[in-house]
């Protein structure tokens, strides 16, 4: 079993930028998608962004323009520059698979201030 393990998350100002890491305890070059996944409180998970091992990436609505999705298979590690940050970005951050592979990190927490 693979483990997840989030970070880079903190508090920053409205405009402000973060990058957020997600190292694997495994290999990810077998794993076609990787993606970032988002809870504020209250609501659900959602989506944010995925990547594919040729590049391909796909971004929530909310976040396009704005998030960047990358991956380097050699570390093991899929990485999500945030930009031009707004505060209903708050949330906990998280990575896995689509099909949800493997079990959710402990995640980072981004928190957006106005």
């Known amino acids: 079993q693979v483990q997840l393990v989030e970070s880079g998350g903190g508090l920053v100002q409205a405009g402000g930028s973060l990058r957020l890491s997600c190292a694997a305890s495994g290999s990810i070059f077998s794993i076609n998608v990787m993606g970032w996944y988002r809870q504020a409180p209250g609501k659900q998970r959602e989506f944010v962004a995925t990547?594919?091992?040729?590049?391909?990436?796909a971004y929530a609505g909310s976040v396009e323009g704005r998030f960047t999705i990358s991956r380097d298979n050699a570390k093991n590690t899929v990485y999500l520059q945030m930009n031009s940050l707004k505060p209903e970005d708050t949330a906990v951050y998280y990575c896995?698979?689509?099909?949800?592979?493997?079990?959710w990190g402990q995640g980072t927490q981004v928190t957006v201030s106005s």
């Open positions: 990547i594919a091992n040729g590049g391909t990436t």
């Open positions: 896995n698979t689509p099909s949800l592979r493997w079990s």
